[in-house]
């Protein structure tokens, strides 16, 4: 059997009811996977920089680094004001182990009206958010000017379209095992905006294309889109997409709004993804409005467990909890208060272990 030890970081808010049930379906897998979990709980957040002055000790990273094949981020809160010495535990994790993709899946029902299917993978390094930002005092004296540089390298551009295309074939693997889908063949969109920004999104599209015409890729379809009419489309025929690739910014606008054609914040996940290493996180965070009533929906934390575990390359252990979410989901009798029900999250939760 594999053992896979997996860090634990619950943060604020209902990541402390939502990352326990991430625990409980990783223990509650057929023992006909050959899978062994082990956990190691750590600390991130508002509230653990309350009591140590640090949202993200050094411990954390080191046992990350050192002593885990993999970790469920929960959320966190950030303090509607600047505090001094707070910055976002996730975005440092992301620098620190070099988590240079964000992969989000959004993922409809199978048996939904119009089904949608579709992963965007995001650059997670550079863009607009190196932060090296200025502002300055116009010479004609009109005012303050601010500029913001937009960064775009040939090695981040180069990898982030590698793994658009990797998780493309494994798509199409996973299809082939029988998995339903509403796509025949694997295809990456790339989103730029190109004609405008020549140099940096033209690097962006090039960079991107040369890496997705290696030979390994030749059953992968690829086509490239401009980001505006992009949103268009994603709009009125989301159906079309199977996987998106974007620089930082684009990628975080396409992904948020990807989201709301599934519904609830609650059920979409999401991974932060390097060399070797992955941590699941949902999408939603700390919830203050719903915290501490057990109604937080676990469903985007589940999937977040299973997409870990796909790039942990244990893609039928997760092929297992997503057809259980879908299920349960299908089903309709135990659905969070998010979603019109009435059921708690430790209802949803065993709803679905029952199903596994
Ligand atoms: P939020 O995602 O926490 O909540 C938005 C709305 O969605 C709320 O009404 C909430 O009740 C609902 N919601 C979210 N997750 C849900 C779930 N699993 N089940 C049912 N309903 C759910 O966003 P917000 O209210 O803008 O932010 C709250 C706090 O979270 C802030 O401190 C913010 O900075 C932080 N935040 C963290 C992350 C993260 O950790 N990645 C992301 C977004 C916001
Ligand atoms: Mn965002």
């Known amino acids: 059997a594999r053992t896979l030890r997996i860090g634990l970081i619950p943060g604020d808010g209902i990541g402390k009811e939502v990352i326990p049930a991430g625990r409980r379906i990783l223990e509650a897998l057929p023992s006909s996977l050959n899978l062994k979990f082990e956990f190691v709980d750590l600390k991130a957040g508002f509230e653990t920089f309350e009591q140590t002055g640090t949202a993200l000790p050094d411990k954390t990273v080191e046992v990350l680094k050192n002593e885990c094949d993999g970790a469920l981020f929960g959320a966190v809160s950030s303090p509607?004001?600047?505090?001094?010495?707070?910055?976002?535990?996730i975005v440092a994790l992301r620098k620190r182990l070099d988590l240079y993709a964000n992969?989000?899946?959004?993922?409809?029902?199978?048996?939904?009206?119009?089904?949608?299917?579709?992963?965007i993978v995001r650059e997670n390094t550079e863009d607009l958010y190196v932060k090296e930002e200025k502002t300055y005092d116009s010479a004609d004296g009109s005012g303050k000017i601010a500029e913001a540089i937009k960064r775009i390298s040939e090695k981040a551009s180069f990898r982030i379209a590698t793994m658009a295309g990797e998780i493309a074939l494994?798509?199409?693997?996973?299809?082939?095992?029988?998995?339903?889908?509403i796509h025949k063949s694997p295809l990456v969109t790339i989103t730029h905006k190109s004609n405008v920004l020549s140099q940096t999104d033209g690097l962006f599209r090039s960079t991107a294309r040369e890496a997705l015409a290696a030979p390994k890729f030749s059953s992968v379809g690829v086509e490239e889109q401009i980001v505006d009419s992009m949103v268009y489309k994603l709009f009125r025929?989301?159906?079309?997409?199977?996987?998106?690739?974007?620089?930082?910014?684009?990628?975080?606008?396409?992904?948020?709004g990807a989201?709301?054609?599934?519904?609830?914040?609650?059920?979409?996940?999401?991974?932060?993804?390097?060399?070797?290493?992955?941590?699941?996180?949902?999408?939603?965070?700390?919830?203050?409005?719903?915290?501490?009533?057990n109604i937080a929906n676990p469903i985007a934390t589940l999937r977040s467990v299973a997409l870990m575990l796909e790039f942990l390359n244990e893609e039928a252990a997760a092929a297992k909890i997503y057809a259980a979410v879908d299920a349960n989901l299908v089903e309709g009798k135990f659905l969070s208060p998010d979603l019109g029900g009435k059921a708690t999250t430790t209802e949803v939760v065993e709803d679905i272990l029952r199903r596994l």
């Open 80 to 89: 509607s004001k600047a505090v001094k010495g707070y910055s976002s535990p």
């Open 103 to 119: 992969v989000r899946p959004v993922k409809s029902v199978a048996t939904a009206q119009n089904p949608i299917d579709m992963v």
């Open 170 to 181: 494994r798509r199409q693997k996973t299809r082939e095992m029988g998995l339903p889908s």
């Open 237 to 256: 025929q989301p159906e079309t997409y199977d996987v998106i690739v974007a620089p930082n910014l684009y990628g975080d606008i396409l992904s948020d």
């Open 259 to 293: 989201a709301a054609l599934v519904g609830s914040l609650g059920l979409v996940p999401s991974a932060n993804v390097g060399e070797g290493f992955a941590i699941g996180e949902p999408c939603h965070g700390s919830a203050p409005d719903i915290m501490g009533k």
